[in-house]
């Protein structure tokens, strides 16, 4: 695990939510580079609505958020993409009339650098599937093949903090043990601080460095992975599984 | 009754007291000029509320409405001035003619999409405009249909003769408020909620049953009505009747008010009705200025107002609220699931048997782009059976639920249900079989509560008779629907929300509203398409003691579902897909342990 120092990311009491409803009350947390984090919670408790607020779609209307030592609250989501945050939002969320190359130079659309084609090699190496399909529309190809695309995607971006909603979601077993270890290596080996909400808790809590419980617009739990499943409370409430 | 008297007060006392202030206009304003401004806005107010009938309500830009306002007028000067027909024969000819006409329009326009619907009837506009310019036999063409004669309108006990231009003012406040009326009614009874089910997502209207077309052929239709009659009314007291009554420039006119209203909301469109023909006379003071005001102002409202005036009314309403509420936020988290407190509820569907459907799909194919997504898949499911449909990512079992649903059509094979061929049927038609599916891209109707969403889907599956006779009747909840919905949404944890608007809902709760309108009226065969994604795993195992339950009770299922675990412990059978051919097909134990299955789909 990584040696406590300067988070990369921090929240110091977030609220947000839209218009009249207010959904987070005081969300406080930090990741450092080279972790993941898991937030668990009922559905609606709020987890989406804290990625959106971290990658700016949702303004912060009380606390902060701030990345490599900076508040970012006032940015907006193209400054803060352009910053090293990126989100892969939950359900279909890519061009579908446009081919898989389309889409991840679209992902690239911020960069201006010469080194976008590199990267789009690099994507497809990773993910093999995504290589055989290349001319083919996105909107054609199955569920779990899109979320490939758009995790791809944002990842074209050179992220320095990645944004998963739900990043199982549709996916096969083996796509997901797939996805998983994917996602713990992208932390290991390129220092990224990776975010997810997952409903596949078990599973994205054994590869999670942190797990943060989100219950009526507040954080009522961290801990290391393991904790959270040892846990007998959050086993009950939120894992589904028998209290040991 | 006070109870309901009174909340009808406060939900539509504001129409009211705006009927009364423009009943009194004429009083205070003797001048002719005023009252003909008011005319004007009257019938602006017609055409407007019959407009937002088609585009707000049924979501279909329509450029036909003034043609109807025309057509309604030539209807009545025609008659008058050829056959000396009366006032209501001329009203009856008008609505019969102008909703023939509209279905005339709308049938061919409605069958591609509702682009082709707008352009369709842009071009009937069009069409509408040279036939009264040029066929002089019957319209006169440019020359107008003069000497309409005056007209007498015999109510039985006396007779209106609407001479004088406050009388006509008052004839033509008469018809706008039936308008309006009317537009309330159709909105409080549950075709409302039908109109307003196909707008905001046709496929899963047609997937509960409901036949898009025909509810948006019917709100064009009386849309046409309503201003064929305003057009009947406003040719009483005109002498001559000529081809600009059918102007495209009153299309702008309706298309602004609608847009600076706000779709499918009354009092915006009659807000912007009144503004948009009132204030540029008011701004005949500013003299050669006046346009541009005008032009500024508008801009304003819209620029304050993006979603149109209904925003603004919602945004004072929620300061009154919070104001009353003493300013205090409020705020509706999902609760932490009780999990304790749900041992004891009857699961869904044990008190009832189910008729379920047989299942049998043979040589089915279907391409994309080249790509084989199903490639001549035989597979038939008995009655009450449950079967695991799995596979890899993109190996076909979304597609062979769509063609199995009527979403797709496919490109070879055959699905029968019940030894009736039902390949290439509407999934209109096949959910009024029984045959219901999910939708894994989550579908709900987001407008509309999480409450509605299930009567609405309940709604949509019965017979098209039971759906056609009850259109009318009021959206109160039968007990039957009342005891489902209850059981339901409490056993899904949905409770907290259930007067949400379902697209305020995050995804995981809108795959449990989804699930809840697939069975909120048993269905005979329930294809459920990844119900459990992004679903909580605690509410998992209540979702699979429904599943389960309604097994139990005969209902025939294909679940197409990642989740391993829940696969295996429910279904009896299990069929797996590669590259859209069945790879495995017998019972869990066999089918998991078969080494090219693990090889597909566990990778190992």
């Known amino acids: 695990m990584a040696v406590e120092k300067e988070p990369l990311l921090e929240l110091r009491d977030v609220h947000a939510g839209y218009g009249e409803l207010s959904i987070l009350k005081g969300v406080s947390f930090g990741v450092g580079g080279g972790t993941v984090t898991s937030v668990i919670g009922a559905n609606g408790a709020g987890k989406s609505t804290l990625l959106k607020t971290i990658f700016g779609m949702l303004k912060v209307r009380e606390g902060d958020v701030s990345f490599e030592g900076r508040s970012i609250a006032a940015l907006g989501t193209v400054k803060r993409l352009k910053a090293g945050i990126a989100i892969v939002p939950q359900g279909r969320c890519n061009f579908p009339q446009m081919t898989i190359r389309e889409n991840l130079e679209m992902g690239a659309y911020t960069r201006s650098d010469d080194g976008i084609e590199a990267d789009l090699q690099h994507m497809v190496d990773q993910f093999p599937i995504l290589r055989e399909k290349l001319h083919l529309l996105a909107g054609d190809m199955s569920g779990g093949q899109q979320q490939m695309l758009e995790m791809a995607m944002a990842l074209m971006v050179r992220p320095r903090v990645l944004l998963l909603d739900e990043p199982s979601l549709g996916l096969s077993p083996m796509m997901i043990d797939e996805v998983f270890t994917s996602i713990r290596s992208l932390a290991e080996v390129n220092g990224m601080a990776i975010i997810m909400v997952e409903q596949n808790a078990v599973q994205a809590l054994k590869i999670s460095d942190l797990g943060v419980v989100i219950e009526l617009g507040r954080v009522s739990a961290t801990g290391t992975g393991p904790e959270m499943l040892n846990d007998p409370d959050i086993r009950k409430a939120y894992l589904g599984l028998p209290v040991i | ?604």
């Not at chain 2, 069009?126 to 063409?141: K, S």
């Not at chain 2, 008469?174 to 909620?193: D, F, W």
């Not at chain 2, 080249?370 to 890899?392: Q, T």
């Open chain 2, 1 to 604: 009754m006070d109870a309901i008297s009174s909340r009808f007060m406060r939900d539509y006392g504001w129409l009211l007291i705006l009927l009364v202030a423009a009943a009194l206009v004429p009083v205070f304003s003797q001048s002719n000029y005023y009252i003909s401004i008011g005319i004007n806005a009257l019938i602006i107010v017609c055409l407007a509320v019959s407009f937002d009938l088609v585009v707000g309500r049924v979501g279909a830009l329509s450029f036909a409405q003034p043609v109807f306002y025309g057509f309604g007028m030539y209807v009545a000067a025609l008659l008058a001035v050829n056959l000396e027909m009366g006032f209501w024969w001329q009203v009856i000819a008008a609505m019969a003619g102008g909703m023939l006409l509209a279905l005339v329009v709308g049938i061919p326009s409605f069958r591609l999409n509702l682009h082709a619907f707008a352009i369709g009837t842009l071009g009937f506009a069009t069409i509408a405009h040279l036939i009264a310019t040029n066929w002089m036999e019957v319209t006169q063409g440019p020359m107008c249909v003069a000497g309409v004669p005056r007209a007498t309108i015999p109510l039985g006990f006396m007779e209106i003769a609407p001479w004088k231009l406050p009388q006509q003012y008052y004839f033509i406040l008469t018809i706008a408020a039936m308008v309006v009326v009317a537009s309330v009614a159709i909105n409080r009874r549950k075709l409302g909620l039908a109109f307003q089910a196909v707008r905001d997502d046709p496929v899963l209207a047609a997937s509960n049953g409901f036949f898009p077309t025909s509810l948006r052929l019917t709100a064009f239709a009386v849309a046409a009505a309503f201003s064929a009659v305003a057009g009947v009314f406003a040719a009483q007291f005109q002498t001559v009747v000529c081809p600009d009554s059918f102007s495209t420039a009153t299309t702008v006119t309706l298309l602004i008010v609608a847009f600076i209203g706000g779709r499918a909301s009354l009092r915006g469109v009659l807000t912007a009705s009144i503004i948009f023909t009132v204030l540029p006379q008011v701004l005949r003071i500013a003299d050669e200025w006046r346009m541009v005001i005008f032009g500024l102002l508008l801009l304003v409202i819209v620029l304050s107002a993006p979603d149109g005036i209904e925003h603004l009314f919602q945004r004072v309403e929620r300061w009154r609220k919070g104001r009353r509420e003493g300013g205090k936020a409020s705020g509706v988290s999902a609760q932490p699931f009780a999990a304790d407190t749900i041992a004891d509820i009857t699961p869904l569907g044990a008190e009832e048997r189910i008729d379920g459907g047989h299942l049998r799909i043979s040589g089915l194919s279907k391409a994309f782009a080249g790509v084989k997504a199903v490639d001549d898949l035989s597979l038939e499911v008995r009655p009450g059976e449950l079967v695991g449909l799995i596979g890899p990512n993109g190996s076909g079992k979304s597609t062979t639920l769509d063609c199995i649903s009527g979403i797709t059509k496919p490109d070879a094979g055959r699905v029968e249900l019940d030894g009736i061929d039902i390949t290439g049927m509407s999934s209109s038609a096949l959910a009024k079989r029984g045959l219901v599916r999910t939708f894994q891209s989550t579908r709900v109707y987001e407008t509309l509560t999480v409450r509605q969403n299930l009567a609405v889907a309940l709604h949509g599956r019965q017979s098209i008779m039971a759906e056609w006779a009850s259109y009318l009747s009021p959206q109160s909840e039968s007990r039957s629907f009342r005891e489902r919905a209850d059981h339901l949404i409490e056993t899904l944890n949905l409770k907290h929300v259930e007067h949400r608007k379902a697209g305020e809902l995050s995804y995981g709760q809108r795959k449990l509203v989804q699930f809840a309108a697939s069975v909120i009226s048993p269905p005979r065969v329930l294809l459920l398409d990844e119900p459990l994604a992004g679903v909580n795993p605690t509410i998992i195992n209540l979702f699979m003691r429904h599943i389960a339950a309604n097994h139990g009770a005969g209902l025939t299922i294909i679940l197409v579902e990642h989740n391993l675990g829940v696969v295996v412990q429910l279904c009896e059978r299990l069929v797996v897909l590669e590259q859209g051919r069945k790879l495995a097909d017998g019972n869990p134990h066999d089918v998991m342990g078969t080494p090219s299955v693990q090889e597909a789909y566990l990778g190992r």
